[in-house]
C-alpha cells in the first residue's frame, strides 16, 4: 500500500505525536535490530518522507523527522486505516458493534495500564 514496503509503513506510523524518532528509538518500538532501522529509514530517506538531521544537544546522535511528504503520507495511511476500521464495523449488526467497542476500549485501558507500569 502506498508503494512502501509494510515496514516502512510502520515506521512512518510511530512518528505520529513526534517531532524526532531516534534509530535506537524506533528499533525499540518495531522490536527490531538498529541495523535493520537503519535500512529502513535509508530507503523512507530515498523516497523523501524522512530527513537525517543532527540533535542540537549532540552532534554525535542523528535525530530522523517526517518531511512534509512523510507527513502527508502518514494522513494519507491514518485516513485509509480509518476508513477501513470504520468499514468492518459497519459489516456488523448493530449489537454487535456496541459489544466490540464496548472490548475494544476495555483492551486500550488495560494495555495503558501497563504501559505505566513499565514505563
Do not use: N, W
Amino acid at each position: 500500500m502506498f508503494g512502501l514496503p509494510h515496514s516502512e509503513l510502520k515506521c512512518l506510523l510511530l512518528f505520529e505525536g513526534e517531532r524526532y524518532l531516534t534509530v535506537k528509538g524506533i528499533a525499540e518500538r518495531l522490536q527490531v535490530a538498529k541495523s535493520r532501522v537503519t535500512k529502513i529509514v535509508d530507503g523512507l530517506v530515498h523516497k523523501g518522507l524522512v530527513e537525517r538531521v543532527e540533535d542540537p544537544e549532540d552532534g554525535r546522535i542523528k535525530l530522523i523527522r517526517l518531511s512534509p511528504a512523510g507527513r502527508r503520507t502518514m494522513e494519507e495511511v491514518e485516513k485509509f486505516q480509518s476508513e477501513i476500521h470504520r468499514y468492518i464495523l459497519l459489516q456488523m449488526d448493530p449489537q454487535e458493534r456496541k459489544a466490540v467497542l464496548k472490548e475494544l476500549e476495555t483492551l486500550r485501558s488495560a494495555m495503558e495500564a501497563v504501559k505505566k507500569r513499565y514505563a
